[in-house]
């Protein structure tokens, strides 16, 4: 299946639901309500669409192309995007093979360190100040969507970290900023996942 992105105009997305179930034939999932389904006659699973704000999500087989021609003819995409793109603060990329690897390495770079002036640096155990705490609630909010969207290796310390929002210390700002630079120094860290992933998409569009 090869991915691609399609930017819709927002007036378009109510009525999209419409033409993705009437038009192209695809079903809703109905656990994911944005989510939807196309099933070729054998019984497999040969496209998956995505609505993502104004933008359509689709991974869909080259022989079902056809899916995307008949939504066309009521929907009008803006710029298109095949395998290589970004997507919700996601740098999105497919390979030759069909492997889909996805890194946040723009918004990590963004995460600004926290100021520590040379004189809060010598008393770890003095309470932020107020200007401190309102830096470290900025990272403790930027830096969870990181490490939940691509980054697993963040979990741990980014969970300390949240833990002490009430009691944070200069020696918390600290933390926060080596966190901060080993997330930036590895911000091309890659979450990817290959076809075997199709076999959870099965699992859970025909648990009905």
């Known amino acids: ?5 399609d930017r819709r105009t927002f007036a378009l997305l109510k009525p999209a639901e419409n033409v993705l179930a009437d038009v192209a034939g695809l079903k809703e999932n109905f656990i994911l309500k944005a ?3 196309f099933v070729d006659k054998a019984g497999q699973l040969a496209a998956v669409l995505g609505s993502v704000v104004d933008d359509l999500l689709v991974a869909i087989r080259p022989d079902h192309y056809w899916v995307l021609e008949k939504i066309e003819t009521k ?3 803006g710029k298109k995007e095949w395998k290589t793109f970004r997507l919700c603060g996601r740098e999105i990329v497919q390979d030759s093979d069909f492997n889909v690897t996805i890194t946040c390495k723009h918004t990590t770079l963004k995460i600004g360190e926290i100021n520590i002036t040379s004189v809060r640096n010598k008393t770890p155990d003095a309470d932020v100040t107020p200007a401190e705490l309102h830096d470290y609630m900025s990272v403790t909010g ?8 691509c980054r697993a290796d ?4 980014v969970s300390q970290l949240q833990q002490h929002k ?10 926060a900023n080596k966190v901060i630079r080993f997330a930036k120094a590895h ?6 996942c290959s076809l075997k992933l ?9 648990w009905i």
């Open 142 to 149: 930027s830096l969870p969507w990181v490490a939940r969207v």
């Open 187 to 192: 911000a091309m860290f890659v979450s990817s």
């Open 166 to 175: 009430k009691d944070a210390k200069v020696r918390t700002l600290r933390l």
């Open 154 to 157: 963040l979990s741990y310390n």
């Open 75 to 77: 929907l009008i995409f």
């Open 1 to 5: 299946m090869e991915v691609r992105r």
């Open 35 to 37: 989510c939807y389904h």
């Open 198 to 206: 199709l076999i959870f998409f099965r699992i859970i569009f025909f």
